[in-house]
């Protein structure tokens, strides 16, 4: 990763869950939230923060609160997704075959041209130089199949051209390649 100052960093679940447990990787995770300049999830990070550590963790709606309050006192922004994003997420999806929320992770990242924070193995590949590895990368990284990147086949679709125009046309941001 090139050192880029000042340094946007877009925060994923498995890198904000070492905010929050005694894990490895938390020093690098607090490092690297400390060091941005911004740092930023979309919006549905803390879903699945809230989810991960209930479910998965059996944490009390209590400690999960305090969690999130935790986090939050951080001044971490959270950002939606437009449909010009769902559409680099859909293109990122089939590029390097992650979930919909992982690559959501990414197009965030490449949308602000900033960094990304994460413990997935799978996101950091996808990622690239943007990518600050937290911890040993087990992450909550769902079971898939090797990574194999595709050629995307949206851009064959017929309407795709008209769909883009029409977003262009209505001041919606849409990130090229």
């Given at each position: 990763?090139?050192?880029?100052?000042?340094?946007?960093?877009?925060?994923?679940?498995?890198?904000?869950?070492?905010?929050?447990?005694?894990?490895?990787?938390?020093?690098?995770?607090?490092?690297?939230?400390?060091?941005?300049?911004?740092?930023?999830?979309?919006?549905?990070?803390?879903?699945?923060?809230?989810?991960?550590?209930?479910?998965?963790?059996?944490?009390?709606?209590?400690?999960?609160?305090?969690?999130?309050?935790?986090?939050?006192?951080?001044?971490?922004?959270?950002?939606?997704?437009?449909?010009?994003?769902?559409?680099?997420?859909?293109?990122?999806?089939?590029?390097?075959?992650?979930?919909?929320?992982?690559?959501?992770?990414?197009?965030?990242?490449?949308?602000?041209?900033?960094?990304?924070?994460?413990?997935?193995r799978r996101l950091a590949l996808a990622a690239g130089?943007?990518?600050?590895?937290?911890?040993?990368?087990?992450?909550?990284?769902?079971?898939?199949?090797?990574?194999?990147?595709?050629?995307?086949?949206?851009?064959?679709?017929?309407?795709?051209?008209?769909?883009?125009?029409?977003?262009?046309?209505?001041?919606?941001?849409?990130?090229?390649?």
């Open positions: 990763m090139a050192d880029r100052r000042p340094r946007t960093v877009v925060l994923d679940a498995s890198a904000g869950l070492k905010l929050v447990r005694v894990e490895e990787g938390r020093d690098t995770a607090v490092r690297t939230v400390a060091d941005a300049t911004r740092t930023c999830v979309p919006t549905f990070f803390w879903l699945e923060i809230a989810n991960v550590l209930a479910r998965r963790h059996g944490w009390s709606g209590a400690a999960v609160i305090e969690a999130v309050h935790g986090l939050d006192s951080l001044g971490i922004e959270t950002i939606e997704a437009d449909r010009a994003m769902i559409l680099a997420v859909i293109d990122l999806v089939e590029r390097h075959d992650l979930t919909a929320y992982d690559a959501a992770y990414l197009a965030l990242a490449l949308s602000l041209d900033a960094d990304i924070a994460t413990a997935d130089d943007r990518a600050i590895v937290i911890g040993s990368m087990g992450g909550i990284e769902e079971e898939r199949a090797g990574y194999r990147p595709r050629t995307p086949s949206w851009p064959s679709w017929a309407d795709a051209g008209a769909y883009l125009a029409e977003l262009r046309a209505t001041g919606v941001p849409v990130r090229r390649g």
